[in-house]
Every structure is written in C-alpha cells, then in structure tokens.
C-alpha cells in the first residue's frame, strides 16, 4: 500500500473535517457491505486492514472459517456529500483477504482484478461504459409512479428533474463523470449514464451511483428501485453496458479493413459472450424479476 497515497487521503480527512470513513465492500449477491470507522482508526486500517466476521456475509464463508479482514483502497477515497460537512462522512472501498494476507476468492472486487490483470498480460485494457436504468415511486411498498412520461420527454414540474438534477451533483461530486441524464421509456422510468472508465474503477462508480440514486430519493421522500420489471405491461429496467478492449490507446476491436470494421478480436470476444452467457447470467441475473 503506497504511503504516499496514504498520506494523500490522512489530508483530505484533515482538511475537511472528516470523522467517520465507512468501508465498503460487496457481497456475491451484489450487495454493497459497510462498517464505520473513525478517522483515529483509517491509517492502521490502510496499513493493516479490519477483521470482520465473514460468515454473516451472504456466499462468503462458514462459521468455523469466518475471519475475514477488509483492507481499504486508498484511491477509492470519497467525501460522502449527502452527510453534513461538519465531522462529516468519507466513504473508500476494501478488497477482502484472509488472515493470512491472501487474496479472498469470494471477494467480487478481487474476481474482477483478476481478470483484469489476465487481460492486461495480453497486452489489453477494458473499458466499460454501463446504462444504468431506474424508477421513481412514491414509496417502497406500493409502485406508484410519479409521472407518465415516456423516452427523452421533457415534463413540466416533473418531480424526477430535481432529483436526477441532485443525483448528478452528488456523482461528479465524488469524482464519477457523468455524460448525461434522461426520462426512460416506460413511465417514471429514468437513466443516468456515467462516462466510461476501466472496469474495476466503474465497478466500483456503479456501486456508489446506485446507493446515491436511492440516498437522494430518500431524501425527497420518494423511492428509487433498479428492480429489474417492478410494473406489469411496462418496459423493465437494464443495465446495457458498452464495453471495449484497448492496446494502449488504440481501439483493439477496430479494425478498418473488416467486416463491418469489427477486428478479430472484437469478434472473439462476441464470440465468448454468447457462448459463456448461461454461466454469466447465472451470476448477472439471478434474481426471479
């Protein structure tokens, strides 16, 4: 772990009055995980990371294996804008190990860096540029839209302005960079799409986009789910994602001279999506809406 970039975030916490730095994690469900520390507590967390129980996280181990240890990411670092700036709130993603220090296998986070580092030994870069679609209700028990409009509609005094407007302050204050936002197709259906960054960095954005998405309808009094068909009749809710592989900063899927001027490699790769697509999906998709 860089001391360096350790430092880095000891001056941020400084400087802007930081007390609290939650830790966060996934689960293999896709659920973000958190525990609080205080500020007194994050350099010996960088530097020798926090035990945790392991078998209360859902796919992660059994109880006569549950030690776990979290140990932060320095360069996740992120002021939680939504808390109050006075002994405010900080947020930095962990990668989960074992006591002895190993990588642990369960760790959604550490799956992708593996990949990644695959990827990176064949000389590639991955990007991903992912759509994030979501609803509007009036509350979390029953799905009440709060308006009827339809794709790219402009309505007026739609509710939905104010909160995307406050959702997209809130990401690009925590360094996510948004590309634009919009009304969806189905009624009190809206996206907002982030610019595309390498994958682990927006694995991470998509996370925080989520729980930012929810934390400001909560703050309106209102409900936002990703659920993905929560209306009978209505279009559902993806996430498309817009993915590219790069050889330094030459796109490795075009090829000129090809058809459609789609590379071999581009091809390949559409290739292994179909035929690995009932493995992934399995893990992608596994909820019954």
Not at 184 to 211: F, G, K
Not at 225 to 245: D, I, Q, R, V
């Amino acid at each position: 772990m860089g001391k360096e970039a350790i430092g880095k975030v000891m001056e941020k916490i400084e400087k802007n009055d930081i007390k609290f730095i939650k830790l966060w994690f996934t689960d293999i469900l896709g659920f973000l995980k958190s525990f609080s520390v205080p500020k007194e507590e994050i350099e010996k967390a960088f530097n020798e990371g926090i035990g945790f129980d392991g078998s209360s996280i859902e796919g992660f181990v059994r109880i006569d294996e549950s030690d776990m240890v979290a140990i932060p990411d320095p360069s996740t670092f992120a002021i939680l804008p939504w808390r109050p700036k006075e002994k405010g709130v900080a947020r930095v993603f962990c990668d989960i190990v074992t006591p002895d220090g190993k990588p642990f296998e369960g760790d959604p986070r550490y799956v992708l860096k593996k990949n990644l580092e695959r990827a990176k030994k064949l000389g590639f870069t991955y990007y991903v540029g992912p759509e994030l679609e979501y609803f509007y209700f009036k509350d979390a028990k029953n799905p009440e839209i709060l308006d009827k409009g339809g794709y790219f509609d402009l309505i007026p005094r739609d509710e939905a302005l104010d909160l995307r407007r406050e959702t997209v302050l809130f990401c690009e204050a925590m360094g996510m960079k948004i590309e634009y936002s919009h009304h969806e197709v189905a009624p009190s259906q809206h996206e907002i799409d982030m610019r595309y960054e390498d994958a682990l960095t927006m694995a991470d954005n998509v996370m925080t986009y989520r729980l930012t998405v929810k934390e400001v309808a909560y703050r309106q009094g209102v409900y936002a789910t990703f659920m993905p068909k929560p209306l009978f009749g209505e279009n559902g809710s993806g996430m498309h994602t817009h993915m590219s592989l790069f050889r330094g900063k030459r796109n490795a899927f075009f090829d000129l001279k090809g058809e459609y001027h789609l590379s071999r490699e581009a091809k390949y790769f559409i290739g292994g999506l179909l035929k690995y697509a009932p493995e992934f999906t399995a893990v992608t998709c596994q909820w019954v809406n």
